[in-house]
């Protein structure tokens, strides 16, 4: 695939490091392709960031064909840049892509266009700790007709943003709640897709979370409402009695790439890691008698992020004394360790650029 690239005349500052937050601030160029039936993928362009335009009645506009993906380019300790896995992240674009019926895209080509984009906009790679250029690639239907079918024309794009520290102020536990109302996706639905309709469908139950003071949700299965699915977007961890549990791939949880690093990094410290159904009421008896020794979700932004405390109703439980447990540290140190360079891969997980 041919990259056509338009530098701009105009390159922005980069803000202070300690001053970046998440998602606010864009590097200069961003990078299009186009799709069509006849064509297939074509064009690759970079282009000075700014705004697109979109026919009215395009498909992403009315019937939601929108999937994206999220991962990081990080400074490494030496200096150089490198990414984590990324192949995972263009296989499951792809699996969200066919969920979606939106065009698939040659792996090898994706990860050209990735790697491209991030040479290009290299000195965007902040250099703290911690810190990271978030890059979104993202895709969706532009068909120019309000007819209901499988897209004809899509648009693949990749911006990418400078991101602070997840955990400036250190890592403090967070408080969730269990979402009794609301579901975010059910088995045959769109959960193990990463589109945006997910996100906006689950928008309301974390506002109303918010509004009770925690900051996200705990997501329970939309068929029975009995089984532990995510927690925000993330997915979901717990040491219960000595056991790490994480709910099984049923089809209606997004299958994160933080989730499998961790599983991969604990079973080969020796622990055992049981991906399976774990039940609500499992989940409850294990904080009313003391054996939920740990909790924490896991994803892409904050690589782990522990549980202080779970409410279901009226209950309200402390998870760990409120602290960081030792497995959520442990994984903590050793994946942003691989991520930032910091330490050796012993995964092979690491992509240079
Ligand atoms: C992206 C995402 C995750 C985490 O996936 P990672 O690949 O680890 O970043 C978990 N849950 C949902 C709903 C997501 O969208």
Redesign the pocket.
């Known amino acids: 695939m041919e990259i056509k690239i338009t530098k701009t005349t105009s390159p922005a500052q980069m803000p202070p490091e300690d001053k970046l937050g998440f998602g606010k601030v864009f590097t200069d160029h961003m990078l299009l392709v186009d799709y069509d039936d006849k064509q297939g993928w074509h064009d690759a362009r970079i282009l000075p960031f700014g705004r697109i335009s979109l026919h009215p009645a395009s498909t992403v506009l009315h019937y939601g064909a929108e999937i994206f993906e ?2 990081k380019a990080y400074r490494r300790a030496d200096g150089g840049v490198q990414l984590f896995r990324p192949m ?2 263009i296989r ?1 674009m792809n699996n969200s892509a066919e969920r979606m019926s939106l065009p698939l895209m040659d792996e090898q080509d994706m990860l050209k266009l990735l790697t491209t984009f991030v040479k290009l906009e290299e000195s965007w790679v902040p250099k703290t700790f911690g810190t990271s250029l978030y890059l979104r690639p993202f895709m969706f239907g532009n068909d120019e007709s309000l007819g209901v079918h499988a897209v004809h024309n899509a648009t693949f794009m990749l911006i990418a943003s400078p991101s602070g520290s997840y955990y400036a102020e250190g890592i403090n536990p967070v408080s969730i709640m269990i979402e009794n109302e609301d579901v ?1 996706t059910v088995r045959g639905g769109t ?1 193990y897709a ?1 589109c945006g309709g ?2 906006a469908a689950s928008t309301r139950a974390g506002e109303r979370a918010a509004k009770k003071g925690y900051s996200q949700v705990l997501w329970l299965d939309g068929v029975e409402r009995k089984y532990i699915e ?1 927690v ?4 979901v961890m717990f040491k219960i009695d000595g056991e790490i549990v994480t709910p099984k791939l049923t089809g209606s ?9 961790c599983i991969e990094v604990l079973r080969s410290q020796g622990y055992t890691v049981n991906e399976r159904l774990l039940s609500v009421d499992e989940l409850l008896e294990s904080l009313r008698n003391g054996k939920l020794e740990e909790a924490w979700g ?4 904050a690589v782990v992020s522990p549980i202080g405390k779970l409410a279901f109703g009226d209950e309200e439980y402390v998870v760990g004394g409120g602290k960081i447990g030792e497995v959520t540290q442990k994984l903590y140190d050793i994946l942003t360790g691989i991520q930032w360079g910091k330490v050796e891969d012993p995964y092979g997980w690491v992509y240079k650029l």
């Open positions: 999220g991962l995972e992240n499951r975010r959960g990463k997910n996100y995510e925000g977007a993330m997915n949880i997004l299958p994160g790439i933080t989730r499998k690093s896991c994803g892409t932004a």
